[in-house]
């Protein structure tokens, strides 16, 4: 039997060691001063630094010293092609009412207006935002363009889900869809399908089937869709009681709530993954319960359209992670902050009215973050915690700022005082795309220069537009 003492060391990619290790697996596993060797784009190997040395010959050698690893946050929800409109309605907001629901009088005409070049830039920025926060993996809400989301989620070494934004009915909004993005219902499932096709070949970046809601979807075109995601083993990515007009909608045309509604079509299973889910009859959460699809709790704007059951939903079960909505929505894409807000209202809404200080603590909203994204997104065997044999997916974050001291638990650091900007290295699929807050991959000073001549045409064009 060899001796493992004299054994040959171990090529690997990269090997990080000195940091203090957050696997944020079953048995909520910490190594201190531990190590990390990826090969192949996976984890092969955890365990003390001390362990490490003289086992590999890292290709590359990360020095972890005065970081924590913790596994990649997963954004469940956002609008790519959204990204050049932050901030721009919070300014008009404030020189005049805006016209509501947002989303058909701002959202949908922006989206509209913008060419692949112009996705494929709010691609870059949107994503390297992301790297630089935190997030390793997003699932896109469906958009314009969503081949040019691809090119630039793989440009900067994201991994996601690209889709399309599909609408292929306009009576239950009262206004006009952009013609760019308006669809009959062959064409709805055919663009879809070709999407996922297209991107079959990528492992990084994959595509889902998209319905926008079912306000702008006919029953046609969401049981052909579910069909599909049958056929092609992926997901649908679709807004769900994101609304009081959806819910009035659905009873209106159908004498059913929006869950009831999808449930009767047969189209409500672990294929379809619902965004916001926010305004849940307890019979609703039931039916996802019984039929297993995903959701995703976007906190920092779910709040302000009712009382979201997030907890609720957790407890019982239900595959749940979070995600930002998008730049336009709100603002950050930053998935720590999303964490804590969620932590603050889920406390208010399941906690403080009974006098329970404890409904949820920072560590079970990280872990949604993490494991609940990964389940959601149907990554759980791959995503979610630092695992020998899980995809590399990895944050290196800051512990040497005063905010953070003193360190006494690395779990609590990072689900409680930790926030995007203390991400200091990332790790995507193994391979180092952001090290001590420089890309490795994308040019940024490039992209900031593309976004400072392209923003303010944009920007004129959308007043026009929406004025």
């Keep these: ?42 984890i092969v190997w955890m365990g003390k630094a001390d362990d490490a040395t003289g086992r590999f010959t890292p290709e590359t050698r990360v020095d972890g010293s005065d970081r924590i690893a913790m596994p990649g946050l997963i954004d469940g929800h956002m609008h790519t092609a959204q990204q050049l409109l ?13 016209k509501i629901p947002i989303w ?29 926060v935190g997030t390793t993996c997003f699932a896109e809400a469906g958009g314009p363009h969503p081949d040019a989301m691809g090119e630039a989620a793989l440009e900067v070494g994201i991994r996601g889900f690209i889709a399309l934004s599909t609408v292929d009915q306009t009576s239950g909004i009262g206004a006009t869809v952009p013609s760019s993005m308006m669809m009959n219902t062959q064409q709805a499932y055919d663009r879809n399908v070709e999407l996922v096709n297209r991107w079959a070949g990528q492992d990084r970046v994959k595509a889902w089937l998209g319905l926008r809601q079912i306000i702008v979807c006919s029953p046609e075109l969401i049981k052909s869709m579910s069909a599909a995601a049958h056929e092609l083993d992926v997901k649908i990515h679709t807004h769900l009681c ?40 307890p019979d609703e959460v039931d039916l996802y319960v019984k ?25 019982k079960g239900i595959d749940i992670g979070l995600g930002t909505d998008g730049a336009a929505a709100w ?18 809404l399941a906690g403080t009215p009974w006098h329970m200080r404890t409904a949820i603590s920072s560590e079970e909203l990280l872990a949604i973050a993490t494991r609940g994204g990964a389940r959601a997104l149907g990554l759980a065997d791959e995503l979610g915690s630092l695992e020998t044999g899980k995809r590399a997916d990895i944050l290196l974050v800051d512990t040497t700022q005063m905010d953070q001291q003193p360190i006494l638990d690395p779990l609590f650091a990072v689900s409680s005082t930790v926030v995007g900007r203390d991400v200091r290295s990332v790790i995507v ?36 537009l929406v004025a």
């Design 104 to 132: 058909k009088n701002y959202y949908l005409p922006f989206e509209g207006m913008l060419t692949p070049e112009d996705v494929e830039l709010s691609g870059l920025v949107a994503y390297t935002n992301m790297i630089s």
């Design 331 to 348: 603002g950050p894409l930053d998935i720590f902050q999303v964490a804590h807000v969620t932590r603050i209202g889920q406390q208010a």
């Design 291 to 315: 039929h297993r699809p995903s959701a995703c709790h976007c906190g920092f704007n779910n709040y302000s359209i009712g009382a979201p059951r997030l907890l609720e939903m957790w407890r």
């Design 1 to 42: 039997m060899t001796d493992p003492a004299n054994a040959a060391p171990e090529p690997v990619d990269i090997l990080v060691t000195g940091c203090d290790v957050v696997t944020l697996d079953d048995a909520g596993t910490i190594i201190r001063n531990g190590a990390i060797a990826i090969k192949g784009g996976r």
């Design 86 to 98: 932050r901030g721009k309605i919070f300014e008009m907001q404030r020189k005049r009412a805006l």
């Design 242 to 281: 994101e609304g009081a007009y959806e819910i009035d909608y659905a009873l209106e045309h159908f004498g059913k709530r929006p869950t009831e509604y999808l449930a009767d079509l047969g189209v409500l299973d672990h294929h379809l993954h619902c965004a916001h889910s926010v305004l849940l009859s």
């Design 429 to 464: 699929d193994g391979k180092l795309v952001m090290k001590e807050r420089e890309f490795l991959t994308v040019d940024i000073d490039a992209i900031k220069a593309r976004l400072a001549a392209r923003g303010p045409e944009l920007m004129a064009r959308f007043e026009a």
